[in-house]
């Protein structure tokens, strides 16, 4: 079965970096967009980057252009997020998703698997 698995998560001081990444099994990675959501306590989930098959076209969320970068490496069916300059507001589980779709939105083109999720928390 489809399997996507999230690791890099943790605590870290406002300003700081960390480096999620999500590795993929049980499904051919490279026909599949790729992209990262996230949910901070008593919020909903909210879309944060998206990468397209080939890794030509990224798309992210305002709050975090220019401070996370979405990457892929289909040869290792791994996806990752570089985050920097992280702020107290990032705090939340991370969530890696994958679908065939060629972009993500939660209530017309959802993803169709999920990661179990990896927490990060940003401390001011």
């Known amino acids: 079965q489809v399997k996507l698995v999230e690791s890099g998560g943790g605590l870290v001081q406002s300003g700081g970096s960390l480096r999620l990444s999500c590795a993929a099994s049980?499904?051919?990675?490279?026909?599949?967009?790729m992209g990262w959501f996230r949910q901070a306590p008593g919020k909903e989930r909210e879309f944060v980057s998206s990468i397209s098959r080939t890794g030509s076209r990224t798309d992210s969320t305002d709050s975090v252009k220019g401070r996370f970068t979405i990457s892929r490496t289909n040869a290792k069916s791994t996806v990752y997020l570089q985050m920097n300059s992280l702020k107290p507001e990032d705090t939340a589980i991370y969530y890696c998703a994958a679908g065939r779709s060629l972009s993500f939105d939660l209530k017309t083109s959802p993803p169709e698997f999920w990661g179990q999720g990896t927490q990060v928390t940003v401390s001011s």
């Open positions: 049980g499904l051919l990675f490279s026909s599949y967009t």
